[in-house]
């Protein structure tokens, strides 16, 4: 069913309970899936339709500013960069790996290997000399395309163990253009024809899972898996992938590419000719620059970046000596956001008289800012990841900056669930993407059915993972009488203590993350008398707390024991308390001199935590916490 602005509603999902418990829900698909062809069709489809709309805008690295790329521009770049690949020796299905930041040459480069009909295989940029060694064998990778001298010198340093890998290029030493040159002499038919020889059921790329236990898995991920995971999603996000204004929609990806979530948004782009640009880097500095320059008006984002800006707003305020007057102007937006969202559902009239004009006191004041540091025309924007929370949540609707929360894994090539635009129910993370079903297992885990279900793992001949054919997650979730999904925890993070409480620590890490003081957070309790947690301070908070308090003197070792600082962080743990069973809440916690990161091996390149790796580096530091037995 279309809206009169000829947005297109969800259908609704199709329930089935048991036991007075919602165990599943399926929703339709509102496309049909291809027939035939593959992403590699999508910059030249463009290019024959609408060749002179703007498809990409790239930053010159001179001067700054942002240069559009139409269709017909990219499909030609295309076309010559798959002609170096091919003039380079490569056959079809051979792999073809890409390590690098979020750039322009990484999206091109995937279009161009898979016009050449290779398959890629994306490796994290931060990723160290083992694990680059371990995908590029375990792929068997016959070209690798590097940005820097640095990456060139890690891939040459593991080379002998690398007999598949053939071609080492260097991105930002010409690599693109030498490729071009090198193919100039092939025709365009030859590119053409491998084209031809893909189809929806051919691998597109192989992306490998980070893993928080055990070596990386890679993913086989089709060209169909994508067909099925953009086409409904850009039908379903219709206000925010086909502008209903005037002003064209646009979005600014800082998301990696390595991961699948950046991908997919990437090709869905692509395939709805949404102008999309890249930032390579999410540093506050650089990241709020190229927002401002670029202004889009849609973001794709995790809870970190969302949760970075309204600190910084917070922080700003604070320095102004107006941090009351944000309180206050976010307490109104938050209230504001779940009007707004109950008319939308029909659960409420909407916001009152009087909060419309306190709304709109705050918005020139506070709002205004908040839309201004995400460039000043984002309206909507999708987070993934993890969950962002229903108080941030509501406080960007508030502010004017709609949020469609989604849930999905690599496997399930990114979203299986979305916010429908209609429908919004904050604190969960959607229901599921038409032409996929979910169903809640007896233990509680979330399992996945649809066309973007992965097609198994790299060289392990069982095939695709199945619970009486579903694919398990390894989530603990629950469905609502709606259809909608809330995801609690993971199954194998489940925490039972001493006294036979099941704890799940996500929830409680991610609101204590959400404070500007936190950088990272690990509950602890399993078979353990109580609950407690281990905190890293977040940089860029910290430096400002200090200046309010006038402790600039004081270092990290001084820091973690401060009674100031720690009474502010015992505020954030009793408002995460203040959301679970006294069981479940956190007694005692410890404040480390070192933050949990993917260098030193606490972090997976996903930002997710590595809980042995953090157990076992920190065992005192925990055992500190409990009582000597």
């Known amino acids: 069913m279309s809206t009169e602005t000829g947005q297109l509603e969800s259908p609704a999902p199709q329930i089935v309970a048991e036991g007075g418990r919602v165990v599943q829900a399926a929703v339709p698909p509102l496309v049909e ?31 700054g500013t942002w240069r559009d790329v139409t269709a017909e521009r990219f499909a030609a770049e295309v076309t010559a960069v798959a002609k170096g690949l091919i003039a380079a020796g490569l056959k079809p299905g051979e792999r073809l790996a890409i390590m690098a930041r979020t750039t322009y040459a990484w999206t091109l480069l995937d279009f161009a290997g898979w016009a050449a009909g290779l398959v890629t295989v994306p490796i994290y940029p931060t990723s160290s000399a083992s694990q680059t060694a371990w995908i590029l064998a375990d792929s068997g990778a016959a070209a690798c395309a590097v940005e820097n001298v640095e990456q060139t010198r890690l891939v040459t340093g593991r080379r002998a163990g690398l007999p598949e890998l053939r071609h080492l290029w260097q991105l930002d030493a010409g690599a693109i253009a030498q490729l071009s040159t090198d193919g100039a002499e092939l025709p365009d038919a030859l590119v053409t024809s491998r084209r031809q020889g893909l189809a929806p059921a051919s691998t597109a790329t192989l992306i490998y899972t980070s893993g928080t236990t055990g070596r990386p898995k890679g993913c086989v991920l089709t060209h169909g898996n994508f067909f099925a995971e953009v086409d409904n999603a850009t039908e379903l996000l219709h206000p925010v992938f086909k502008s209903v204004s005037t002003e064209p929609a646009s979005t600014l990806l800082f998301l990696p590419l390595s991961h699948v979530f950046g991908r997919m948004v990437a090709v869905g782009c692509l395939r709805a000719r949404v102008r999309l640009g890249h930032a390579p880097s999410i540093a506050t500095d650089d990241l709020l620059a190229d927002l401002a320059g670029f202004r889009p008006t849609f973001l794709l984002a995790i809870p970190y970046v969302l949760e970075k800006v ?3 707003g917070r922080a700003t305020a604070e320095k102004m000596g107006r941090a009351a007057s944000f309180d206050r102007a976010a307490a109104i937006a938050q209230r504001y956001g779940q009007a707004l969202v109950a008319r939308q559902t029909g659960t409420g009239p909407g916001p009152s008289l009087g909060l419309r004009l306190a709304h709109a006191l705050y918005d020139p004041l506070v709002y205004r800012r908040i839309r201004a540091a995400l460039g000043g025309k984002v309206r909507y924007a999708i987070c993934g990841g993890s969950p962002l929370g229903k108080r941030l949540a509501a406080f960007y609707a508030g502010a004017g900056v709609m949020i469609f929360e989604g849930y999905g894994l690599t496997e399930t090539t990114a979203a299986a669930t979305v916010t429908p635009p209609l429908a919004p129910r904050l604190g969960t993370v959607g229901r599921p993407l038409p032409g996929t079903a979910v169903r809640i297992a007896d233990d509680g885990e979330v399992l996945l059915r649809g066309g973007q279900v992965f097609r198994g793992y790299w060289n392990d001949p069982s095939g695709v993972p199945q619970v009486e054919g579903w694919f398990p997650t390894g989530d603990i979730g629950e469905l609502d009488a709606d259809g909608y999904l809330s995801i609690t925890g993971r199954k194998k993070e489940i925490l039972i203590t001493a006294g036979g409480k099941n704890v799940a620590p996500a929830p409680l890490e991610d609101r204590l993350r959400a404070h500007p003081l936190v950088g990272q957070c690990m509950v602890v309790g399993d078979n353990r008398p109580f609950v407690t947690a281990l905190l890293t301070l977040e940089a860029d908070g910290l430096k400002h707390w200090q200046r309010m308090r006038h402790k600039e003197d004081l270092r990290i070792a001084q820091l973690v024991t401060d009674p100031d600082l720690l009474a502010e962080l015992q505020k954030a743990v009793d408002d995460a308390n203040s959301t679970v069973s006294r069981a479940e809440s956190i007694r005692a916690f410890r404040v480390l001199p070192v933050d949990f990161t993917e260098e030193s091996g606490h972090l997976t390149p996903s930002m997710k935590l590595r809980r042995s790796a953090v157990a076992t580096d920190f065992t005192e530091d925990i055992e500190s916490l409990y009582p000597r037995r």
């Open 33 to 63: 899936p291809p027939r035939s062809g593959s992403l590699a069709d999508i910059p030249f489809t463009n290019a024959a339709e609408a060749p002179r709309e703007v498809v990409l805008s790239r930053k010159d690295d001179a001067d």
């Open 310 to 312: 309204y600190n910084t």
